[in-house]
């Protein structure tokens, strides 16, 4: 049995890094280019490896040398990846990302991300069923993602949902998923109310990272804040991966709701202080001398 199913996007992403983000239609001379690891799925299922989860992937590379480089990546992080599947004539999801003023722009192209559809996933139904909690984003196609959590709803099995990057959807999915993780943004873009009106609706259900400040939700009688250490802000790529991650790991651990989010706030502070989003994530131990520090 695999602790954690992440079932989701595998992108190489090329950052490039600059004092600021240049205007329309501007050319500007950047500071460094990389070649990084990432898609939300990748850099999930990296996270929850990193902090001790036993993660199992689901996905899809094309047959290139980004396929290649990704998939090795995966295994070398730990990640079972049997259930991966390299599809030929396709291209491997990219991210073009734009490093600058403290913060990032992406665009994604979807490659073999976007062939993951139902019949993609009928062969790893069992893999699904036997997880202890299931992990999705909105880098695959909706239709699949909402399968998924059909299913998982049926067979009990828990699931966390980080709506991201944000497309409008029906909400009444929230109420299938165990644990939904939107940022403040996407909470906006959702629900006309408050976002404390929101959580208190959605108790120990959604919880909603807010950047700097940290992540919020409702237990039932309060809102509850998890509070951030300050750290050195040099990228935030793959900080709200990095949370995921971190918070299926500590979950699958039965670690209560209140200390996971603790633990994957810190884990997120701390992959914000380096520069890309898998290279940045920290391990267990890193985590633990940050909390006692
Ligand atoms: O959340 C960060 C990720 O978004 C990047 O790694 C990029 O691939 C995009 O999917």
């Known amino acids: 049995m695999s602790d954690l199913v992440v079932i989701g996007s595998i992108n190489v992403d090329l950052v490039v890094s600059s004092d600021r983000f240049p205007k329309k239609g501007e050319t500007i001379i950047g500071n460094s280019f990389n070649v990084f690891c990432g898609g939300k799925g990748a850099n999930q299922a990296v996270s929850a490896s990193k902090l001790g989860g036993r993660v199992k992937f689901i996905g899809a590379v094309g047959d290139d040398s980004y396929g290649t480089l990704a998939l090795n990546n995966l295994k070398q992080h730990g990640a079972d990846t049997s259930s991966i599947q390299i599809l030929e004539n396709t291209n491997t999801g990219l991210a073009g990302i734009t490093v600058a003023e403290n913060d990032n722009q992406i665009i994604i192209i979807k490659g073999a991300n976007e062939k993951i ?8 139904l069992d893999v699904i069923k036997n997880a202890k909690i299931v992990v999705l984003q909105f880098e695959i196609p909706l239709k699949t993602v909402f399968y998924i959590i059909d299913y998982c709803f049926e067979h009990k099995i828990k699931t966390i949902l980080n709506p991201a990057p944000f497309v409008p959807f029906d909400k009444s999915i929230i109420d299938k998923v165990t644990y939904f993780t939107p940022n403040e943004t996407e909470i906006a873009s959702m629900f006309d109310e408050s976002y404390e009106e929101v959580l208190s609706k959605y108790p120990s259900k959604i919880i909603m990272t807010k950047g700097s400040e940290g992540a919020y939700m409702h237990d039932g009688n309060e809102l509850v804040h998890i509070i951030p250490k300050k750290v050195n802000v040099v990228d935030t790529t793959g900080a709200g991966d990095t949370f995921n991650g971190a918070l299926a790991t500590f979950i699958s651990q ?40």
């Open 117 to 124: 559809d139902e019949a993609f996933i009928q062969p790893y």
């Open 254 to 293: 039965e670690m209560n709701l209140v200390d996971a989010l603790e633990k994957a706030n810190i884990a997120a502070g701390i992959s914000i202080g380096k520069i890309g989003a898998q290279s940045a994530m920290p391990t267990l131990e890193e985590v633990n001398e940050y909390e006692e520090a």
